[in-house]
């Protein structure tokens, strides 16, 4: 296999010189008028960095896919596989043969890494950006995960800004929004924003936040507003799928974020039924988008 290194990597990327490279590309624009899009994750489905997810993904009947960079450990960055241009090229012409879009990267590693304090934090955000910018995805996922827990840790939230600020930077440089998850309700995601001062950091708003903390979720995605959040994990804990839940009003829901003028993607990362196993990705992830699909593209 041929690895790119990192010097050629970012000619290539900075000079569009991969035809593949393809951000409008000719297999998305079907879709593209459609206002709401559903994706599933590839870690979510079993699938992380494996070429088989966009068949998978197709075969749930999902519109889209958020890629995880890969593992992170101890490393300085992701085992990101999208830096290899064989695979790359690969899973880049099983998009277009299944006529998924890459909705997302996600960085996951930092729900369990301190983004407040790992050294590297750069490398891996640019890597990130990089890797958008390769597979043509406009939003990059960033949680902020247990050790930036900002609730719990609010001493973190200097150092959080400062280097979310430098990735506004990084960001608006690649022509990315990031979209981050945090553990303040929503008037505390508006305080941050303002305080990082980015339009290139964005809350990536999480339906099953708010309602495990018992607030009001309609009032939160009114407080944040259609231009404070780039995308939606449309999902709550496990234990029922979507359509059973009992807690979350998917239409009503719908409803607000049409009043709010929100378009975009909708991305089912959890709410498998707990009497069938994890492993029955097709069962869980398909009943959950067949649902989805219902509500706002019905």
């Avoid at 490398?123 to 939003?139: E, F, H, R, S, Y």
């Amino acid at each position: 296999m041929k690895v790119i290194d990192r010097r050629a990597f970012i000619t290539t990327a900075v000079l569009g010189a991969t035809s593949l490279m393809l951000p409008e590309s000719t297999w998305a624009r079907a879709g593209k008028d459609q206002r709401y899009k559903v994706a599933v994750i590839d870690l979510m489905i079993l699938k992380r960095q494996k070429l088989s997810a966009v068949k998978l993904t197709s075969e749930i009947g999902a519109d889209g896919l958020e890629i995880d960079m890969g593992g992170l450990g101890n490393r300085d960055t992701f085992d990101n596989k999208f830096f290899d241009e064989e695979f790359r090229t690969n899973y880049i012409n099983a998009l277009r043969e299944h006529r998924i879009e890459v909705a997302s990267v996600a960085m996951t590693g930092f729900y369990a890494q301190s983004f407040a304090t790992r050294p590297t934090y750069k490398q891996m955000v640019d890597d990130c950006l990089k890797t958008c910018n390769l597979l043509g995805a406009k939003i990059a996922f960033l949680p902020l995960g247990v050790q930036g827990d900002l609730v719990k840790n609010p001493e973190l939230r200097p150092a959080i800004v400062e280097r979310l600020r430098e990735v506004g930077k990084m960001a608006k440089k690649a022509g990315v929004i990031v979209g981050i998850e945090t553990a303040l309700d929503a008037r505390g995601e508006v305080e941050l924003l303002r305080d990082i001062g980015s339009k290139n950091i964005q809350i990536y708003f999480n339906f099953s936040n708010p309602l495990k903390e018992g607030r009001d979720l309609i009032e939160e995605l009114k407080v944040l507003g259609k231009k404070r959040i780039c995308q939606i994990h449309c999902t709550d804990e496990d234990g029922v799928w979507l359509e059973n839940n009992t807690r979350l009003d998917m239409p009503k829901v719908k409803e607000a974020l049409d009043k709010m003028g929100w378009r975009g993607w909708l991305v089912i990362e959890r709410s498998r039924d707990a009497n069938l196993s994890p492993r029955m990705v097709k069962e869980n992830f398909g009943a959950n988008t067949r649902y989805v699909k219902s509500i706002f593209q019905g």
